[in-house]
């Protein structure tokens, strides 16, 4: 059944289409807890029924939710550490949530950032972490962009084509975001494993050219 806040959230969509799809996505990446994925199929479901162009949503949901994170980014780039004192981001926040993120933060960044897309309880999490831990700016947004730009356009399109079955456009969207993040998961697996692999082989290859020559020195046989 769509829920109650998904009915209000239809409402305001279908009627402030453009302006309501990026505020609520924009207040989605500062920690504002509507979950993303509901907009997305509004603005799916607000295509079909000729609110918005379908690839004018899919840009702006990616516009919206990249300005929402990179805010909350800088933020934490810059006033992380005191904000995490104050009540209401150690209520957002828990002690032990963030220390779980930031231990694992520290060993697989980059990894971390990308996948966060694809789990609704821990993006604004990850994305303050990688503030605080002054990760690079450019590299945060390219990382987050590249997940914006799966997620975003494969829910709208799923609500796209499913907006007279809402319930089962949502199912469809978290099996969609479970295939992505498990096809992610193994390109990144045989990447990881290629680059072993030839660090391996560079090594043999040295170890090889750094071996005296066995022959080296030795007179060539005389005549018989």
């Known amino acids: 059944m769509i829920d109650q806040l998904t009915l209000f959230l239809r409402g305001i969509v279908l009627e402030h289409t453009h302006l309501a799809i990026f505020a ?45 994170d990179l805010t909350m980014f800088f933020i ?55 503030g605080t831990m002054k990760m690079n700016p450019l590299r945060f947004a390219v990382l987050d962009l590249a997940g914006a730009l799966i997620s975003g356009p494969t829910s709208v399109w799923i609500a796209y084509k499913l907006s007279d079955d809402f319930d089962n456009a949502m199912k469809k969207v978290k099996n969609a975001n ?17 680059h072993l692999w030839s660090d391996h082989r560079e090594r043999r290859k040295a170890r090889a050219a750094a071996a005296p020559d066995k022959n080296a020195g030795e007179a060539p046989p005389g005549p018989v």
């Open 178 to 194: 479970h295939w992505i993040l498990g096809g992610a998961v193994v390109l990144v697996s045989l990447s990881i494993a290629w």
């Open 76 to 130: 934490a780039r810059r006033w992380g550490r005191q904000l995490l004192k104050t009540r209401f981001f150690a209520w957002l926040l828990p002690a032990a949530r963030l220390e779980k993120v930031e231990k694992y933060f520290e060993k697989h960044g980059s990894k971390t950032v990308f996948f966060a897309r694809f789990f609704a309880g821990i993006r604004m999490p990850v994305y303050f972490v990688a």
């Open 24 to 68: 609520i996505l924009y207040a989605c990446g500062l920690g504002v807890p509507i979950p993303e994925e509901i907009t997305l199929l509004l603005t799916g479901y607000a295509a079909y029924h000729g609110r918005i162009g379908v690839l004018t949503g899919m840009i702006l949901c990616v516009a919206a939710i990249l300005s929402g």
